[in-house]
């Protein structure tokens, strides 16, 4: 079946830097868009960034933008989210998903596959 695996989550200071990664199999990685969400606790799961299949076109949530770029390499079938100048409310935990096709969204619900996630936190 499908499967996405995040890595990269861990401890770091504000201010600090991380890269995510997620690694995909069995789609076939150029067809299709991919993104970045994230969950607080207590919190629902919140759009952060998304990618299409080309990696011409990419978005992002205000509160990350100019701090996080997304990129993806489809020779090695991965999806990365750098992520600088981090802040304690980046604090969660980061999904990567897929949705196949053309199209890329913002709504989690158009996105049919997931990984399992990666805990990021950031102390002040």
């Known amino acids: 079946q499908v499967q996405l695996v995040e890595s990269g989550g861990g401890l770091v200071q504000a201010g600090g830097s991380l890269k995510l990664a997620c690694a995909v199999s069995r789609l076939t990685f150029s067809s299709v868009g991919m993104a970045w969400f994230r969950q607080a606790p207590g919190k629902e799961r919140t759009f952060v960034s998304n990618i299409n299949w080309s990696g011409v076109s990419t978005y992002y949530a205000d509160s990350v933008k100019g701090r996080f770029t997304i990129s993806r390499d489809n020779a090695k079938n991965m999806v990365y989210l750098q992520m600088n100048s981090l802040k304690p409310e980046d604090t969660a935990v980061y999904y990567c998903?897929?949705?196949?096709?053309?199209?890329?969204?913002?709504?989690?619900?158009?996105?049919?596959?997931w990984g399992q996630g990666t805990q990021v936190t950031i102390s002040s």
């Open positions: 998903a897929a949705s196949p096709g053309v199209l890329v969204f913002t709504n989690p619900g158009r996105y049919a596959y």
